[in-house]
């Protein structure tokens, strides 16, 4: 069975950081291949944030957070976490860890690309 564990999150201040982790078990590759991050603000819909080409390590960032998110994995921990600095209110949301069934990346995941979803992790960053 499929699952996706999230850790991580909080609240903040604007400026400061958080680091989210997407524990990741079940997967058979190219299922799982393909991981990324999403995040749904009330009142609006989900996007993505950043994914990862998990074979190659490439890597795609939504224009919103390019030079503040990272993206990374920990192969042998079978993680994948999301490093967020200068945090800004409007970065206020809950961050979903998501994986999908890929042979490569080319662009930030989008909703339809995902199998599998994690349970959603709250951001909230206060001015």
């Known amino acids: 069975q499929v699952y996706l564990a999230e850790s991580g999150g909080g609240s903040v201040q604007a400026g400061g950081s958080l680091r989210l982790s997407c524990a990741a078990s079940?997967?058979?590759?190219?299922?799982?291949?393909?991981m990324g991050w999403f995040r749904q603000a009330p009142g609006k819909e989900r996007e993505g944030v950043a994914s990862?080409?998990?074979?190659?390590?490439?890597?795609y960032y939504a224009d919103s957070v390019k030079g503040r998110f990272t993206i990374s994995q920990d192969s042998a921990a079978n993680t994948v976490s999301l490093q967020m600095n200068s945090l800004q209110p409007e970065d206020t949301a809950i961050y979903y860890c998501a994986a999908a069934y890929c042979y490569a990346l080319t662009r930030v995941l989008r909703r339809f690309d995902i199998n599998t979803w994690g349970q959603g992790s709250q951001v909230t960053v206060s001015s």
């Open positions: 990862i080409y998990r074979r190659g390590g490439t890597t």
């Open positions: 079940g997967f058979t590759s190219p299922y799982g291949d393909c």
